[in-house]
């Protein structure tokens, strides 16, 4: 069994910052990457940020330059750092962390994060 948690929501004023974490844990030996997606009401969970076991990183355009994301392979926890926080970035986040043995994925049970004045 897999424990996926998450950490860090809350609200904040546009232009605001927070920082969301995840730590995995239990029984996962290997993992190949972890992540964050976002999902609003009426639209399909998306990609926000990912971050592979070499510290390759991907973004979803509409956070590059504004997000960064950061891993610790020891502890099996990754971070979203949230700058310059728009209304639109208003969602709940989950963690993904995808394991190396067949690739299955995990999800933590989502933080809400609403940037609202």
């Known amino acids: 069994q897999v424990q996926v948690v998450e950490s860090g929501g809350g609200l904040v004023q546009p232009g605001g910052s927070l920082r969301l974490s995840c730590a995995a844990s239990?029984?996962?030996?290997?993992?190949?990457?972890m992540g964050w997606y976002r999902k609003t009401p009426g639209k399909q969970r998306e990609l926000v940020a990912a971050?592979?076991?070499?510290?390759?990183?991907n973004y979803a355009d509409s956070v590059k330059g504004r997000f960064t994301i950061s891993r610790d392979n020891a502890k099996n926890t990754v971070s979203l750092q949230m700058n310059s926080l728009k209304p639109e970035d208003t969602a709940v986040y989950y963690c993904?962390?995808?394991?190396?043995?067949?690739?299955?994925?995990?999800w933590g049970q989502g933080t809400q994060v609403t940037v609202s004045s």
């Open positions: 971050i592979n076991s070499g510290g390759n990183t």
């Open positions: 239990g029984n996962i030996f290997s993992i190949r990457s």
């Open positions: 993904n962390v995808v394991g190396l043995a067949g690739g299955i994925n995990y």
